[in-house]
């Protein structure tokens, strides 16, 4: 069983900055590959970013490419999105999910690759 606890949600202005963190358990954690989804009210859940198990691979969806980051710690247990720049359009709560299979591939952005959910933080960007 893997716990996910994401932290760091909040509320911003267009332009602005947050980090959102999530907190791993399991011992294993530097063989899982770690991603981050959102969803918008009214909308389906849709991948943001990835982590390989290493650190050493990073993948994000198109719209945050040049604006969001993300790092993982090992030793720590945990995976930081960095986001910068925000948009009204990045509102929505944010999901950090575990992939236990140490894949890295074609299924990389879908929700039916992740095997476990963190409960979600909300992130509001004002215009």
């Known amino acids: 069983q893997v716990q996910l606890v994401e932290s760091g949600g909040g509320v911003v202005q267009a332009g602005g900055s947050l980090r959102l963190s999530c907190a791993a358990s399991g011992r294993t954690f530097s063989t899982y590959t770690m991603g981050w989804f959102r969803q918008a009210p009214g909308k389906e859940r849709e991948f943001v970013a990835a982590i390989k198990w290493s650190g050493g691979s990073t993948y994000f969806r198109d719209s945050v490419k040049a604006r969001f980051t993300i790092s993982r710690d090992n030793a720590k247990n945990t995976v930081d999105l960095q986001m910068n720049s925000l948009k009204p359009e990045d509102t929505a709560v944010y999901y950090c999910?575990?992939?236990?299979?140490?894949?890295?591939?074609?299924?990389?952005?879908?929700?039916?690759?992740?095997?476990?959910w963190g409960q979600g933080t909300q992130v509001t960007v004002s215009s």
């Open positions: 999910a575990a992939d236990l299979q140490m894949g890295w591939g074609a299924s990389l952005t879908s929700s039916r690759t992740y095997d476990y």
